[in-house]
Every structure is written in C-alpha cells, then in structure tokens.
C-alpha cells in the first residue's frame, strides 16, 4: 500500500543550527499518527517543513506517491492558534468556507452547495449556530472547532492539526478526537502534534517520537515505553499510565 504521507531524510535549520536532523516517517492511509516530544523538539518545524512552510535543508516529501508540491489539494492544515489572526473581521461560516476555495477557485463566489456543505460542517462540531458571529468573539474552543472544520471542508485525505487541544475546553478536545477518529475510519490520515500523553495510547494509532531526530515510531503498544520517553525528552519529568500502572521517568 502506497504510503499517504512519505518523509525521507528530512533536515531543517534555522541560523545554520539544526532543529530536525535526517528525520524519516511513514504514514499509511487511516491513521491517526501522534507526533510527541518536548518543547524545540521540531515537532511544528515538521509540519512546515512537510508543508513548504519553512525551507528544507535536505530531504523530499511525497504524498500518495507523488511530490508534496503535486498534491496540494489532498492536504489540510490547522495551525496553532498563535498563528492566526483572530481579529480579521470574518465569521465561522467564511472561515470554513475558505476550505472550499480550492474547489471554487479564489476570485469566484462560494454557492448554495458550498455554504450548505460549510454549514453542514458547523452542524457537526456543535456551532450551527455561531455561523454568523465573528471568529473573533468566539471562545478559544469555538474558535478551534471552527479552524477544524475549515480542514475538513477541503476533504482532504492527509489533515495536519499542530497542537489542537491548546488552550480549548474538554469538550472540544472530545469533539475534535471522535471526528478524528470518524477520519481515521474513513480512510483520512490526521498527523497531530500533540503535548498531552495521555491521550496517545486510546487515540492514536502509531506515535512518532521526536527530538531532533527520530526517537521511535510506531504503535503505541510498542514506543511508549520510559525507556524511549526518556530519550525523547532528555530526562524530563514524565509521567503516565499505560494499562492501569503508572510509569515515570525522573531527571
């Protein structure tokens, strides 16, 4: 089975300082692929790397087979909310609108299907009836539901979602994390970056373990284990539970 997602030997630096280091991943089809590791792990820097967001040093992308470039209309992105300017005057319903465009086209009017198909989307994440309010007045997990579905308009079948949960209300996070997994059943491939670990083993089907470089990637049965959690964040306090029993690696 081709792989949706391919990165191979992938390598970034900002200022001539390495922050991924000949990082190589495979994604198949229905997934939902955790990517965890400590803070200036690269996490995010992967995600823009893959996306072109930021230059690769060395390294390719492919998606489905083919160069990142050449499959742009099969991927989706959520960026941290850091990165959004929530002031810009448009509502929820032109926020998840703008995932259509690559259907529309830039310079033409969204019609009845798309806003039908926008509003359907909103439905889904409970704020059917927030279509008109301005992103900006919305709550930190409404404007994060919105964001999503926004990712889900482009129907996509590789969604990147970069730190998600942050900053949103326990609701959210549910909402978001069944309609991933509803993705994930689907056929869709979701790569989330992710703090809270906690909700990898329930949630995720393979965890890539980062920091710099490649820890470990697999499923979590298998990476999740203190001795790969210690690699991973250099010997910062980390605690879990796996299975009922409590696991910590000390400093």
């Known amino acids: 089975m081709t792989p949706i997602l391919e990165i191979r030997n992938l ?8 922050v991924l280091r000949a990082v190589s991943v495979s994604c198949p089809p229905g997934a939902v692929v955790g990517v965890i590791g400590p803070n200036g792990a690269g996490k995010s820097t992967l995600i ?6 930021v230059p690769r040093e060395s390294g390719e992308v492919r998606v489905g087979g083919v160069d990142v470039d050449r499959a742009r209309d099969r991927i989706a992105y959520v960026p941290q909310r850091e990165d959004v300017d929530w002031d810009f005057p448009i509502t929820a319903l032109d926020v998840v609108l703008m995932g259509r465009y690559h259907r529309i086209g830039l310079f033409r009017r969204p019609g009845p299907d ?43 079948d590789l969604i990147f979602l970069d730190e998600p949960f942050v900053g949103v209300d326990a609701s959210t996070e549910r909402t978001i994390l ?24 329930k949630h995720y089907d393979l965890v890539l373990m980062l920091n710099g470089a490649v820890v470990a990637y697999g499923p979590p049965s298998e990476v999740f284990r203190p001795d790969l ?23």
């Open 48 to 53: 823009k790397a893959a996306l072109g967001l």
């Open 178 to 201: 069944r309609i991933m997994a509803e993705l994930r059943d689907a056929g869709r491939t979701i790569v989330i970056v992710n703090h809270d670990l906690s909700v990898v083993e």
């Open 229 to 251: 959690l210690r690699r991973t964040y250099g010997g910062r306090l980390v605690a879990f539970e796996q299975r009922g029993r409590q696991a910590v690696v000390r400093p």
């Open 11 to 18: 390598t970034v630096s900002y200022d001539r300082e390495p």
């Open 114 to 156: 798309d806003r039908a198909a926008a509003r359907a989307l909103l439905a889904r994440f409970g704020m059917a009836d927030m279509a008109d309010t301005r992103i900006g007045e919305l709550s930190g997990g409404q404007q994060q539901r919105v964001f999503v579905a926004r990712a889900l308009a482009r129907e996509a």
